[in-house]
């Protein structure tokens, strides 16, 4: 055994070590991934690059005790390493063996998952590959896009990432699964040149074919020409409307603390409100939405698929190591206007009695009218159009309440028409309470989310109206 | 400067010399004008428990290179985790390619500023106890004690416990012959206490004010913080914050405690420094700053008590170490002094453009797969230097107030003006004394109007190293550990809010 093993082959090598006495299963995880950046700032190129690495993790079940169920521990070993060394692969199962011995019964121990149907599909095929080549067109149309604005007095700034990984898992229970995962964003920022007003669009993609930046930035310069009349208004609610980004950004923020576990012991906000138990069941909305991630993605939207098992090198209240290989499938977290899923791994869904279910990989809300954004300030007499979300934070964990701000453009509608700019403001809402007060909610598109597209970036959002957004205080950021 | 041996000798055992040659020969091959390499070696050990029992046992190590051109005043940058000559070689030659392919779309041609050659240098940080000749037992053992005492204590429905360490190591070599190897340890104990009226539907949490530290595992051992003494306090804190009455929103004079005052300090100060944000190059995503450099030496930043230093030399600092990612010997120098801005945080190719010669050593990297960029250096508010005025005399100082206490919950606009931040404790203070905690409470302020209402600040016996690992800046992301020190602050009048109210509640 010499060289560096393929990523299947290191699979089997891990697997093929032999277990401590007292090891009871295995799993392994290796993840291949390719990234090429773009990166620009006052209409030229600053930094870029391409990267290659290679993750994997060894985790390691135990039996906890000598006789009878004394329970089962883990253990989790990750390299970001290459393996050369024989050695290397026997002295991780050894540390993940041992982490596991030193960390007592898990309280997520459940039996690893079996092998499926669509078992071993696609194993052999090597890591999916991208290059800087993948921005041939990009790179061309933000070269105009530079000449552009150059002439336009308009500064651009922005980046385009494009991520390939390849993961394959195999566990000790003859799991063998391999999915590659294409994730891709540009974002667009454009400033007039004395930087005193700001625009922003941002574009979701698997592989940069179906992104027209000359579009984007067409967009950008009409957004910019709204600024040209300059209004300030104070803090106070008004009625708003959320773009796709904002509404992304706000309902990704709550499914991140949808942990089923935490709502039961009465420390979320999706605890019942008094007494005991969650709040699914309940009605958020008599509009009927539905927010659902679907590892199959969704016909009408090209590029959201998703591992259609769970791979994770970490447990925690949402997800659980032991479920590593278990087949994922549609979740709606919200069905119809209720509250209808939280998350539980599979040993917490056998405790409190729920369904498996895992936060997935993309999310979509659907159920609103036909609408686009534009139709929502048609039918607006007088409020405001936001272009995106920043900073937000959690304040209270009891209400969901978050903070954030304003950026890149807020518009003042009346009479179904922009009529100029005003200032950025610091809002404090519930995303909880934003699905419970939205008056009118448009159709759903692919949309980034400003905020949190370092973690997620398949979305399908609809644009929101407000009757009463809390702007809390006024931000004098351009 | 701590001696060599003292640095792994599982990473010196790595061919650092062989895979310098190898990138900085090709690069230099290829014609690079600039090219430096930097190996590093990044473990991680993570460990959690969640109501006394191992929730996560988590060990990683990252290992990999980075070669970093500039051809024809246009950088490349690529990266590998090959560890072999002829992959350093490889990848001198793709970040090359780099730089040609995007030559076509770069107006301004890179400059640096000069800085001398060290050739063989070395430094460690400043830790007694290597976490990771701690046996994971005795760690988990440690937080399981945690827990335990918390969970016994009356009002206290969970208890979670974690201690993130990090150990990392650098090699640097670049094309004018400087080369050095570093070493240094971080990390974070931590607990957090829950109480839950499920009839109120209420809950309530309050974590430690530990801060992560550039220290060793002596620090969960009491080394620098009394881990025991507040574990003691923290029940009977909870059950009053529990019974607590909810604030009054209106204008308070507070009392900052170093535990809070950091974290603000962090986002209305540290970011707002930053010179790559102040000319946009974060513009798309961090934000720009208020503080443009045609302001230096004449904005206003705060009362003339208002003394801000940058430093990458505090010992147990997060930001500290001997030389950063462009080969520049760490250094500290003055931000904001008598509260007007005078400085702000650079690398090598920002220095010249302020009209600097030198760099002040602020250009730092999270992992071998990324390019360095200017991170934030520890930035500190100075105490008063007249007098060591006590955090008591502060509050005896103070007819109706609060006294905000660790932090929580933060938000600041893109450009460091308007800010939101709530904290882990409040009290009350009525005539120059403490009256009980308070909850729902929040400030918000403008950034120069916050600094502007300082009025006075504690000595230096109650200044305070605080700080944060998790940082976040740049695209892709990248993550850096930085330490804020500061003694407690008084601010007038400031804008408190009711967060239940904020809700709608």
């Known amino acids: 055994m010499s060289g560096v093993p393929a990523s299947q082959e290191l699979v089997e090598r891990v697997l093929a070590v032999p277990g401590a006495a007292d090891a009871t299963g295995r799993v392994v995880l290796v993840t291949e991934s390719r990234e090429a950046v773009l990166r620009w700032a006052n209409s030229t190129m600053t930094t870029n690059g391409l990267t290659r690495s290679v993750d994997w993790s060894v985790i390691s079940l135990v039996r906890v005790g000598t006789a009878g169920d004394g329970g089962t521990a883990v253990g989790v070993v990750s390299s970001s390493a290459q393996v050369t060394d024989p050695a290397a692969v026997e002295a991780s199962v050894r540390a993940s063996e041992a982490a596991a011995r030193a960390s007592g019964p898990a309280r997520d121990a459940a039996t690893l998952p079996e092998p499926g149907a669509d078992n071993g599909a696609g194993w052999p095929d090597p890591a999916a590959e991208t290059s800087i080549g993948v921005y041939g067109r990009l790179a061309e149309e933000l070269a105009e896009a530079f000449g552009r604005g150059r002439d336009a007095g308009r500064v651009l700034y922005g980046f385009a990432s494009h991520e390939v990984s390849t993961t394959w898992l195999g566990t000790s229970t003859g799991v063998r699964r391999r999915w590659s995962q294409p994730t891709g964003s540009v974002e667009l920022n454009a400033k007039t040149a004395d930087l005193g007003r700001s625009a922003w669009g941002g574009r979701s993609t698997a592989d940069f074919t179906d992104v027209d930046l000359l579009a984007l930035d067409g967009e950008l310069a009409t957004r910019l020409s709204w600024g040209a009349r300059r209004l300030e208004l104070p803090a106070e609610r008004y009625p708003t409307i959320l773009p796709p980004s904002a509404v992304a950004d706000l309902l990704t923020f709550m499914c991140w603390n949808m942990a089923g576990r935490q709502a039961q012991e009465g420390r979320s906000a999706f605890s019942a409100p008094s007494g005991g138990g969650t709040r699914v069941g309940e009605r958020l909305t008599s509009l009927p939405l539905t927010l659902t991630s679907d590892p199959a993605g969704s016909p009408g939207y090209p590029g959201l698929a998703t591992a259609p098992f769970l791979a994770s090198a970490h447990s925690d209240d949402d997800v659980s190591v032991f479920d590593n290989g278990a087949p994922l499938g549609r979740v709606d977290w919200i069905a119809d206007g209720r509250v209808n899923a939280l998350a539980y791994p599979r040993a917490a869904a056998a405790e409190f009695g729920a369904g498996f279910a895992a936060m997935g990989e993309n999310l979509l809300l659907t159920g609103g009218a036909d609408g686009t954004l534009d139709d929502l300030v048609a039918g607006t007499e007088r409020g405001l159009l936001l272009t995106c979300l920043w900073y937000i934070r959690m304040v209270d964990p009891g209400t969901l309440l978050l903070t954030g701000l304003t950026r890149d453009g807020v518009y003042l509608v009346e009479r179904g028409e922009v009529v100029g700019e005003v200032n950025n403001f610091r809002f404090n809402e519930s995303p909880l309470d934003l699905l419970r007060r939205a008056s009118a909610v448009g159709g759903a598109e692919r949309t980034l989310p400003r905020e949190f597209k370092d973690w997620f970036t398949r979305t399908v959002m609809p644009p929101m109206l407000l009757p009463d957004f809390n702007m809390s205080s006024v931000s004098r950021a351009s | ?505």
Not at chain 2, 326 to 348: H, I, K, M, N
Not at chain 2, 365 to 382: E, G, K
Request: hydrophobic share 40%; proline share 5%.
């Open chain 2, 1 to 505: 400067m701590v001696a060599d041996r003292q640095i792994d000798p599982e990473f010196r055992a790595l061919p650092l010399a062989r895979l310098a040659d190898a990138a900085l020969g090709r690069a230099r091959e290829l014609r690079a004008e600039h090219a430096d390499l930097r190996v590093e070696r990044i473990l991680g050990q993570m460990l959690a428990l969640r109501d006394g029992a191992v929730s996560s046992t988590a060990d990683r190590g990252v290992l990999g290179l980075a070669v970093r051109v500039i051809v024809d005043g246009t950088w490349g940058f690529a990266a590998t985790h090959e560890l072999t000559p002829e992959a350093a070689a490889a990848t001198a030659e793709r970040a090359v390619q780099v730089a040609r392919t995007l030559r076509a779309v770069n107006s301004e041609a890179v400059t640096r500023a000069d800085e001398p050659v060290y050739a063989e240098a070395s430094w460690v940080s400043e830790y007694e106890i290597d976490p990771w000749t701690v046996p994971t037992e005795e760690k988990i053992a440690l937080l399981a004690d945690w827990s335990a005492r918390l969970l016994a204590a009356d009002g206290v429905d969970h208890a979670d416990a974690a201690c993130p360490q990090v150990k990392e190591n650098k090699f640097y070599a670049d094309l004018a012959g400087t080369s050095t190897v570093q070493q240094r340890v971080r990390i974070e104990p931590r607990f957090t206490a829950t109480a839950v009226d499920r009839g109120a539907g209420r809950f309530e949490t309050m974590r430690t004010l530990a801060p992560p530290a550039g220290r060793g595992w002596e620090y969960a051992l009491g080394t620098g913080w009394d881990f025991d003494a507040e574990l003691a306090e923290v029940p009977e804190l909870l059950a009053g914050k529990m019974k607590a009455p909810t604030v009054e929103p209106g204008r308070y004079d507070l009392v900052i405690d170093p535990t809070n005052l950091w974290l603000t300090i962090h986002e209305s100060v540290g970011h707002a420094t930053e010179y790559d944000r102040a000319i946009g190059y974060e513009a798309a995503y961090a934000g720009t700053s208020f503080a443009t450099p045609d302001q230096l030496g004449s904005l206003r930043y705060g009362s003339e008590l208002m003394h801000v230093t940058g430093d990458r030399t505090v010992p147990h600092g997060l930001a500290t170490i001997g030389y950063d990612d462009d080969g520049v010997a760490t250094t500290e120098w003055d931000l904001v002094r008598d509260g007007v801005l005078v400085g702000y945080q650079l690398d090598r190719t920002f220095a010249p453009r302020l009209g600097l010669d030198r760099s002040n050593g602020c250009a730092f990297a999270d992992s071998p797969q990324h390019v360095p960029i200017q991170r934030m250096a520890n930035v500190s508010l100075r105490p008063d230097p007249r007098r060591d005025t006590t955090l008591d005399e502060l509050i005896g100082g103070v007819r109706k107030g609060i006294y905000v206490v660790g932090d929580k919950s933060w938000s600041i606009d893109m450009q460091r003006y308007n800010f939101q931040f709530t904290g882990q404790r409040f009290f009350a203070i009525e005539n120059g004394t403490l009256a009980g905690q308070l909850r729902d409470v929040a400030y918000q302020a403008t950034t120069t109007e916050f600094w502007g209402s300082l009025r006075g600040l504690g000595g230096p016996s109650s200044w305070l190293l605080s700080g944060a690992l998790n940082c976040g800046k740049a695209q892709p992301g990248q993550i850096a550990a930085v330490s804020h020190g500061c003694p407690p602050a008084l601010f007038e009048q400031v804008s408190v809010l009711n967060t239940a109210a904020e809700a709608g509640r």
